[in-house]
């Protein structure tokens, strides 16, 4: 009896913490930091987009370069997140069956790249694969040409590759839990009644986490669809992708603040739209387990 009214006590703190007052107290001030920096400059950029009557919308969406942009958005983002969602994924199933103190250790040295800015790994890669770079030189001696080999770096498919440097990471650590709680009794099943250890791991492994690869996979073209400072300090604005069309109408060579603004409206919309799939798809996963 004494352990019940203890109990009693307890669960009736609980309740008067969760109180609507008590509840509110706690989160005013994630609030005001989402006010300050979210809405406050969400509505600076609204007042400057809908300058002129919203004509800078008008002006965007009938702009060839938008479109163009547009189109190179949505490539890199779809490219660039497949293969770090394909190489992530089994990254994390290897991860998943090291011991634990392995897999911390591993996990910390995975996940230093996303402790650099865009610009710090764009310079990296420079200075490893561009002309002069360390991978060059040595390929060069091979009787590689400098020249062309140094100039991979900075084409779309080079500034895919180093938007994968940051974009595994972060499929790793979507997908590591996921794998570490799955019952690999299911793969021994299946490999003891005669399936190969890929076909076991397609036909079993693959459809249970599927939910969380499509999330995955969107988390990362969030990311992808809106970086910035990777592309400018690698392609500059010789590759069309919305955020360097942003760019290139308030850089020296411009000053259509509307249009920026606007732009900036549509790619945000964009990347919460994908992001926005993706809780759905996660949402779904965790309704069929």
């Known amino acids: 009896m004494a352990v019940q009214g203890k109990s009693t006590q307890t669960q009736g703190r609980t309740i008067a913490l969760a109180s609507p007052g008590i509840r509110l107290a706690f989160a005013t001030p994630a609030l005001v930091v989402f006010a300050l920096f979210f809405v ?43 293969f770090s969602v394909a190489v992530g994924f089994l990254v994390a199933l290897h991860l998943a069956r090291l011991s634990a103190s392995v897999r911390a250790a591993t996990l910390f040295a ?12 764009a310079y990296g890669f420079i200075l490893v694969f561009g002309r002069s770079g360390f991978v060059t030189l040595l390929l060069a001696r091979l009787g590689a040409d400098p020249a062309v080999v140094g100039g991979f770096i900075f084409s779309p498919l080079g500034l895919g590759l180093a938007y994968s440097y940051y974009l595994i990471p972060r499929v790793v650590l979507v997908m590591l839990p996921v794998l570490i709680n799955f019952d690999r009794a299911q793969i021994a099943a299946a490999r003891s009644l005669g ?8 036909d079993i492994l693959v459809p249970q986490v599927m939910p969380a690869l499509l999330t995955a996979f969107c988390l990362t073209s969030a990311v992808a669809i809106g970086a910035y400072g990777t592309a400018l300090a690698l392609v500059g604005t010789q590759v069309n992708i919305l955020p360097l069309v942003l760019y290139s109408k308030i850089s020296d060579a411009g000053s259509d603040f509307p ?13 919460c739209v994908v992001v926005g799939l993706a809780e759905l798809l996660g949402r779904a996963g965790r309704g069929r387990a």
């Open 195 to 202: 399936a190969s250890n890929i076909v076991a791991h397609w």
């Open 259 to 271: 249009a920026a603004a606007a732009i900036s409206i549509l790619l945000m919309g964009l990347c």
């Open 110 to 121: 995975i996940s230093l790249p996303l402790t650099f800015s865009g610009l710090v790994i």
């Open 40 to 82: 406050l400059p969400l509505a600076v950029v609204l007042v400057e987009a809908s300058a002129d009557h919203g004509s800078a919308f008008g002006r965007v969406l009938t702009d060839p370069v938008f479109w163009a942009g547009m189109r190179g958005s949505l490539v890199l983002g779809t490219l660039a997140p497949a």
